[in-house]
């Protein structure tokens, strides 16, 4: 869907919650003409029925998102992914990391290593839009 607000969904991934005209989803985004990212915001539908951002959102680089992916599942599932792999269907098969139990006893995820990771997925989304903002002069 391109339009005249500056942003073109390229790939509608998953609507993460729903109330009524208004959604929260991951999707793949092109914003401004500047190369596709992964992209979680709300959205509403206008009175004509076109999608619109409500305001600020996430985008990430796919090692950003990745990141996020990782620190989701061991804060969830106790678990890290050791590899994914993309289907031909568009669906991602996770392969989680062997010999470790799906639960982890031994250390409980906290706050700070939650923390860390958010920073860490941030830092590198931030280098990642020196370095595209560097290449484009």
Known sequence: MTTDRGFIIEK?????????????????VSWNGRPTKYDLRAWFLDEEGQKRPTG????????AAYNL?????????????????LLPDGSIKVLPVQDKPIYNTDHLYT???????????????????????????
Do not use: H, P
């Not at 939650?114 to 290449?135: L, P, S």
């Open 12 to 28: 509608a991934l998953a609507v993460i919650d729903e109330k009524g005209n208004y959604t929260k989803e991951i999707n793949l």
């Open 111 to 137: 706050d700070e290593d939650i923390k860390r990771d958010v920073e860490r997925a941030f830092n590198e989304e931030m280098k990642a839009d020196d370095n595209a903002k560097g290449q484009n002069r």
């Open 56 to 63: 600020k959102g996430m985008t990430m680089t796919e090692k």
């Open 69 to 85: 992916a990782q620190a989701l599942n061991k804060v969830l599932f106790g678990f890290e992914i050791e590899s994914a792999e």
